[in-house]
């Protein structure tokens, strides 16, 4: 069984390495190891995957090289549980900001009106998990920037609109 996970992976990462291009489909990948950890790995049309063997003799041991966006990492492929690339969200490139009467999303900022002071925010990522929850003060204005690129929704009380982060 170990073997065959092992062919697999080693399938998975000559298929992502022989096709550089195809990397530009992808938003990141996602790397769980054995010890339960987990690694969210940005990437964008420059990164790229690769494996080898390090060492000699009785030490070798198949090595995975990962080049993220802006860091690059390496493991073990006996720390490796799983390794996924994660595509691009669902191919929607605009998303028309949408009003409502007491707040709007506009350029990656929630704008609100006094009459939610004291109400909370709640965003949603595409499969639904809580991302953030923050309570709304007089006039405040709250940035998704920090999240990653992608389709979330927005709720406030009963409210929900749909709003991408770029």
């Known amino acids: 069984m170990k073997k065959l996970k092992l062919v697999l992976l080693g399938l998975l990462v000559s298929l992502v390495v022989n096709a550089e291009d ?10 769980k190891l054995v010890d339960g950890t987990s690694y969210d790995i940005p990437i964008d049309g420059n990164s790229y995957i690769y494996s080898c063997i390090e060492n000699e003799g009785e030490n070798n041991v198949q090595v995975i090289y990962i080049n993220g966006d802006q860091q690059k990492y390496k493991f073990r492929r006996d720390e490796i ?30 704008k609100f009106t006094e009459s939610l002071h004291g109400e909370f925010l709640s965003v949603y990522d595409i499969s639904g998990r809580l991302i953030q929850y923050t309570q709304i003060t ?20 009963s409210e929900t609109i749909k709003v991408a982060v770029r």
Do not use: W
């Not at 195809?22 to 790397?31: F, G, H, P, R, S």
């Not at 007089?138 to 009380?157: D, F, M, T, W």
């Open 22 to 31: 195809e990397m530009k489909q992808y938003d990141k990948i996602t790397l």
């Open 81 to 110: 549980l799983s390794l996924s690339c994660i595509p691009l969200p669902a191919g929607i490139e605009y998303i028309e900001p949408e009003k409502m009467d007491n707040m709007r999303y506009e350029e990656g900022v929630f």
């Open 138 to 157: 007089a006039n405040s204005r709250i940035s998704l920037e920090h999240l990653p690129q992608g389709i979330y929704v927005a709720k406030v009380n």
